[in-house]
């Protein structure tokens, strides 16, 4: 069952809360693993380089937040301050907002139920201090849950430029991107492109491409032709980004001139060139 939009109020208040922050990204994925957090890390990490460029990364990953340890951000605490949560700067440009900060132990599990989950979320959009931004990135929860309905609706209401969904070359999780695409068109968000990860494995000795997940139907290539969405590029598989994100540090920084490396800038490249042609569309509430 899917929630009940929220409230005039809520909406109000979020929309005012978030009119310092130029663009807003949505990072979705049919299936959990498929490298959504990862990539919505790099995504920040990506465009907080330019030190002009301001960027948010929100993780509302409520049932497993990854965000804090991939940022190198694990135990940190949210501040309260007179107008709302402070987020926790990684940079001087570069602040982070997880339900993970929240926690007492990164090991307890979260388990709240659908209305309090909401309710998080709703607080999140409404109650942490961004001040200007010209990027906020959302993790959200692997699927098409309550969770990415409400968090769709919300951030609907403050105008939101598109989505990024992740995918492996498995038919197995391009199934679920089909459903996550046709619940992006109900519910009216626009598609910024889908990343294909994990799409070869680069042999670092003599460059070969390997395919580790070969895809049965073609990968997210065909099903980005046959749906007429853009796909942003393809990620191959590299275990330092694993070993990366375990440190806490950006990849693009520790491995500059991989195969992986090259293939976030090219697509981060896109997104931006997204965001700079298409203005946000008016606000596009779900009557449902
Ligand atoms: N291109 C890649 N090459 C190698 N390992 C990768 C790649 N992308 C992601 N990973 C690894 O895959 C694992 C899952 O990634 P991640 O946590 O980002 O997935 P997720 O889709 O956000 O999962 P969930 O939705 O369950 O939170 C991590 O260990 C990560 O380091
Ligand atoms: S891909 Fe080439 S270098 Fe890599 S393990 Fe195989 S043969 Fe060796």
Redesign the pocket.
């Known amino acids: 069952m899917h929630p009940s939009p929220p409230g005039h109020n809520a909406i109000e208040e979020i929309k005012e809360k978030l009119k310092t922050v130029k663009h807003k990204i949505l990072v979705l994925s049919g299936k959990g693993g498929v490298g959504k957090s990862t990539f919505s890390a790099h995504l920040a990490h990506g465009l907080a380089e330019d030190e002009n460029t301001q960027v948010a990364l929100l993780d509302i990953d409520i049932c497993g937040p990854s965000i804090p340890k991939m940022m190198g951000l694990e135990g940190e605490q949210v501040h309260q301050s007179g107008s709302g949560w402070s987020p926790v700067f990684l940079e001087d440009n570069l602040g982070v907002m997880s339900v993970g900060f929240l926690l007492s132990s990164p090991d307890d599990a979260v388990i709240w139920r659908g209305p309090k989950k909401n309710g998080m979320i709703k607080q999140f959009l409404r109650d942490v201090d961004w001040g200007e931004v010209d990027y906020l990135i959302v993790d959200t929860p692997p699927g098409t849950s309550d969770e990415h309905l409400s968090a769709v609706q919300y951030l609907s209401a403050a105008h939101v430029d598109g989505a990024v969904i992740i995918t492996t070359p498995q038919e197995v999780s391009l199934q679920d991107v089909r459903k996550e695409i046709s619940f992006c068109h109900k519910v009216k968000l626009p598609i910024i492109g889908v990343v294909e990860n994990m799409s070869v494995f680069v042999?670092p000795?003599?460059k070969?491409e390997?395919q580790i997940f070969p895809p049965t139907t073609g990968g997210a290539e065909v099903l980005c032709q046959d749906l007429k969405i853009p796909l942003l590029g393809k990620v191959p598989l590299d275990p330092h980004i694993g070993k990366s994100c375990d440190k806490g540090q950006s990849f693009l920084i520790d491995a500059p001139d991989s195969p992986a490396a090259l293939a976030y800038r090219g697509i981060i490249q896109k997104i931006q060139e997204f965001c700079g042609l298409h203005q946000p569309k008016e606000e596009h509430l779900i009557s449902s």
Request: charged content about 40%; some cysteine.
């Open positions: 042999c000795k003599c070969k390997s």
